[in-house]
């Protein structure tokens, strides 16, 4: 998707899903010199989405190191925050933290039907990692995968329900859930990394 994004916004694409990187890096994802993206860099600064740091690294002059700002970061949706965490807040005070629960819940059902309805047909772990991050890519998750000696590392650079996460931190659970069930019984799955608690995507851990 990246390449098809025009030069600037493919470098604020690198940084959401490759993290904070240097010039050298962000040229190479680009495909351009290094003053090329020098150039895109800084007129996303001067946009305030992207900031610079020198990082000194051994001898030799320190080295900028690139990173999305707030601003930046916000360039990629929360689907509806505002709404869905007031509607979280009603419930919660109108009917109770039970009934809040009730609707994660069916909506975890529901969810979940839907997703094993996609991978029935796969019958790897490989193939059922790879199905769920299509799916999760296509809900705005930014996801992809890493085949590990041992295991695959799935990652969510961005969670479009962030706001309602934050707020309601069962939909993170129930989420973990899901995950667990459409991969099988057999296979291990752990939350290395989590956005909510300050880490810049959500990664885990899956193995047999």
Not at 4 to 30: D, N
Not at 101 to 116: H, S
Not at 163 to 181: R, S, V
Request: hydrophobic share 35%; net charge negative; aromatic share 6%.
């Amino acid at each position: 998707m990246k390449n098809e994004l025009p030069s600037h916004e493919r470098a604020v694409w690198i940084l959401k899903t490759r993290g904070a990187q240097p010039l050298s890096a962000i040229a190479e994802e680009m495909d351009v010199t290094k003053e090329g993206a020098r150039f895109h860099l800084l007129k996303l600064e001067k946009e305030g989405l992207v900031q610079s740091q020198s990082k000194a690294e051994g001898r030799g002059r320190p080295k900028k190191i690139w990173s999305l700002t707030e601003k930046g970061h916000a360039r990629f949706p929360d689907r509806h925050a505002n709404m869905t965490v007031n509607l979280i807040a009603m419930m919660r005070q109108t009917l109770g933290d039970e009934a809040v629960q009730d609707v994660i819940n069916a909506n975890e059902k529901r969810t979940l039907a839907e997703y094993e309805e996609e991978l029935k047909e796969c019958d790897t772990l490989e193939g059922k990692v790879a199905k769920l991050t299509e799916i999760r890519s296509r809900e705005g998750y930014m996801a992809e995968y890493q085949e590990k000696e041992d295991s695959f590392l799935f990652v969510e650079n961005h969670c479009p329900i962030c706001a309602a996460a934050e707020t309601c931190q069962q939909f993170c659970q129930a989420e973990l859930n899901i995950f667990e069930e459409v991969l099988g019984e057999e296979v291990d799955i752990q939350r290395e990394e989590h956005i909510i608690k300050g880490a810049r995507r959500c990664a885990y851990r899956i193995a047999k």
